[in-house]
């Protein structure tokens, strides 16, 4: 009997570690380039990848446990031919966001709050943060540059959301904000010749 006992347990042991787990997909969409953007589970975590042609990329570097809700790690806020926008929005805190390659998930670059996107000419100007903190990105999708402007000082607007853009043309870029008096002003940033 003590022999038939430890069989069977040598044989579920077996079964439980030799098996492969495949990972649960919770949430997926569709991107360009024949990528999908999923949100996956494996184990007690949950993470986000590309999915392309069977092949399965991790994107960023952000994962968490099951019971943190799926928009924590993110959800994509536009798509691009060669990169996607990753955006996470918790609670009252600014939008985070980070410019992803779909080939290798890797990010690119960060910001925060976008002011503007324009998915058709491939730009999207945004507040940037840790070492660009305290200035406007316009990045451009088609070319993978980008411009810094020194944002405005003389406003009681402390981050996000505190810029509005008026127009953008090959020469320059406009935004209109509040100053201390609470006045609307326009500044003009004269842009790098291309």
């Known amino acids: 009997m003590k022999?038939?006992?430890?069989?069977l347990s040598f044989f579920i042991c077996i079964s439980c570690f030799g098996a492969t787990h495949k990972d649960t997909i919770y949430k997926s969409q569709k991107l360009k380039g024949g990528y999908t953007f999923a949100y996956k589970r494996h184990d007690s975590i949950i993470y986000t990848c590309l999915i392309k042609d069977g092949k399965e990329t991790e994107v960023s570097e952000d994962e968490a446990d099951t019971t943190t809700p799926l928009?924590?790690?993110g959800y994509v806020y536009a798509d691009f031919n060669s990169v996607f926008v990753l955006a996470i929005h918790i609670d009252a805190d600014p939008i985070q966001i980070?410019?992803?390659d779909?080939?290798?998930g890797g990010t690119i670059m960060y910001?925060?709050?976008p002011i503007y996107t324009d998915t058709v000419k491939g730009?999207?100007?945004l507040d940037g943060n840790h070492r660009r903190?305290?200035?406007l990105i316009l990045y451009d999708f088609n070319t993978g540059k980008s411009e810094l402007f020194i944002?405005?000082?003389e406003t009681p607007c402390p981050c996000c959301f505190c810029w509005k853009l008026i127009s953008l043309t090959d020469a320059e870029l406009k935004i209109e904000y509040l100053n201390m008096k609470y006045e609307k002003v326009i500044k003009t940033y004269p842009r790098s010749p291309k």
Do not use: Q, V
């Not at 022999?3 to 069989?7: A, E, G, R």
């Open 123 to 125: 730009i999207m100007l």
């Open 71 to 73: 928009h924590s790690l």
């Open 111 to 113: 910001g925060a709050s």
């Open 133 to 135: 903190s305290g200035k």
């Open 98 to 100: 980070e410019i992803i």
């Open 151 to 153: 944002e405005p000082r």
């Open 102 to 104: 779909k080939k290798t």
């Open 3 to 7: 022999s038939i006992l430890t069989f």
